[in-house]
């Protein structure tokens, strides 16, 4: 290991944040909406965030995709993979896409496209970080923990070429 790592987000900060927008979303999406976590890097937040609906009254059903547009490196390839597809029918379904970094936009801009193609009523999405500065896609999530500068973050489920993935706290790594 040779980067530094520096702790930018506390485990109470994040679980705050984690119940907040699960109210949030508990408002606006109705009883029982159809979330779908993308892997691997939103698996932890998508646990948490569904345990937080649940306290406050939602019983969702739950999914996963995988899609890639990182190798190991820290830079979006700007080619999105489909690795893991979820389950088809989703007509009539309010459905909440829910991943780890909304970075360029080209992993959710295509869930959000696949899920619509699928028969989803409404599809909504909902990011953990949000890099604003780094889009080159023009989508905007519509729940969001937190927004940060261009750092690389790591742990809560997001990695740094698969490590890191276990902290239970945001950090930011550098080189
Ligand atoms: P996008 O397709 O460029 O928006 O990238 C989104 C995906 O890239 C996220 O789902 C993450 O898996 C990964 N990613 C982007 N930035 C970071 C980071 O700072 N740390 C870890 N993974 C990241
Ligand atoms: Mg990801």
């Not at 869930?111 to 949000?130: F, N, P, Q, S, Y």
Request: glycine share 8%; charged share 25%.
């Amino acid at each position: 290991m040779t980067e530094k790592v520096f702790t930018l987000l506390t485990e109470a900060q994040i679980t705050k944040r984690v119940n907040a927008l699960a109210e949030e979303i508990a408002a606006d999406l109705g009883p029982e909406p159809h979330v779908v976590g993308l892997f691997k890097g939103a698996f932890v937040f998508a646990a948490d965030l569904i345990r937080a609906m649940h306290r406050h009254g939602v019983e969702p059903t739950m999914d996963f995709m995988h899609i890639s547009s990182y190798g190991d490196g820290t830079e979006s390839s700007g080619q999105v993979e489909l690795n893991i597809d979820c389950r088809d029918n989703l007509e009539g379904r309010q459905v909440l896409v829910v991943d780890d970094i909304l970075d360029s936009g080209n992993s959710l801009t295509f869930a959000v496209e696949h899920l619509k193609k699928k028969g989803a009523e409404r599809v909504t999405t909902c990011v953990l970080m949000d890099k604003p500065s780094r889009r080159t896609l023009p989508i905007k999530a519509d729940y969001i923990g937190f927004q940060v500068p261009n750092l690389f973050v790591v742990g809560y489920g997001m990695d740094y070429a698969e490590r890191y993935r276990e902290l239970p706290y945001i950090a930011s790594i550098r080189k």
